[in-house]
T-cell receptor, first 113, second 109 residues
Framework: IAGITQAPTSQILAAGRRMTLRCTQDMRHNAMYWYRQDLGLGLRLIHYSNTAGTTGKGEVPDGYSVSRANTDDFPLTLASAVPSQTSVYFC????????????FGAGSRLTVL | GQNIDQPTEMTATEGAIVQINCTYQTSGFNGLFWYQQHAGEAPTFLSYNVLDGLEEKGRFSSFLSRSKGYSYLLLKELQMKDSASYLCAAMDSNYQLIWGAGTKLIIKP
């Protein structure tokens, strides 16, 4: 089934630890995104990539890094996790970087203690 | 600044009609999206409007007024499975999405 796979589904992490959230899509979409979703707030863009080999900063990039070595994979890394990074993280993709429909992964729930 | 406003929560009765409003302020405008998100799941696309007017898609319709910075999502013949959060998102001149916090819709029998 075509779509986006995220891993892990859920993770509890000690503060200061490094963590990578994985995201893979099989739709050959050019653009990929990482959002965080917190209660009472809209989805906030962390980082994005319009095409393989390029990345850009979103609204809340501090403490996060991404890479886009190929079309399919877009991992998000927390170099040294802090409690404020406790959130649900969604990876998404779209055919292009303009006014395109986003397809979301199932999300990764991260708790930083 | 850029901003999206939508009600936090709404309650409606099974079989009825409900209208979820969304107002937006963005730097430029490249369209308005509605997504549905069931609890614990990913958002899924419902509709996209870039021109003024009503777009109908089965039981769901979406309306846009660019001059008023206003959109609504109309759900008819409500079913229990429509219980979800509905996310409004406006696209600015840089094609960045500005998201509302979502409207939680509760359907009662």
């Amino acid at each position: 089934i075509a779509g986006i796979t995220q891993a892990p589904t859920s993770q509890i992490l000690a503060a200061g630890r490094r963590m990578t959230l994985r995201c893979t899509q099989d739709m050959r979409h050019n653009a990929m995104y990482w959002y965080r979703q917190d209660l009472g707030l809209g989805l906030r863009l962390i980082h994005y990539s319009n095409t393989a080999g390029t990345t850009g900063k979103g609204e809340v990039p501090d403490g996060y890094s991404v890479s886009r070595a190929n079309t399919d994979d877009f991992p998000l890394t927390l170099a040294s996790a802090v409690p404020s990074q406790t959130s649900v993280y969604f990876c998404a993709s779209s055919q292009g970087s303009g006014a395109n429909v986003l397809t979301f992964g199932a999300g990764s729930r991260l708790t930083v203690l | 600044g850029q901003n999206i406003d939508q009600p936090t929560e709404m309650t409606a009765t099974e079989g009825a009609i409900v209208q979820i409003n969304c107002t937006y302020q963005t730097s430029g405008f490249n369209g308005l999206f509605w997504y549905q998100q069931h609890a614990g799941e990913a958002p899924t696309f419902l509709s996209y409007n870039v021109l003024d007017g009503l777009e109908e898609k089965g039981r769901f319709s979406s309306f846009l007024s660019r001059s008023k910075g206003y959109s609504y999502l109309l759900l008819k013949e409500l079913q229990m499975k429509d219980s979800a959060s509905y996310l409004c998102a406006a696209m600015d001149s840089n094609y960045q999405l500005i998201w509302g916090a979502g409207t939680k819709l509760i359907i009662k029998p």
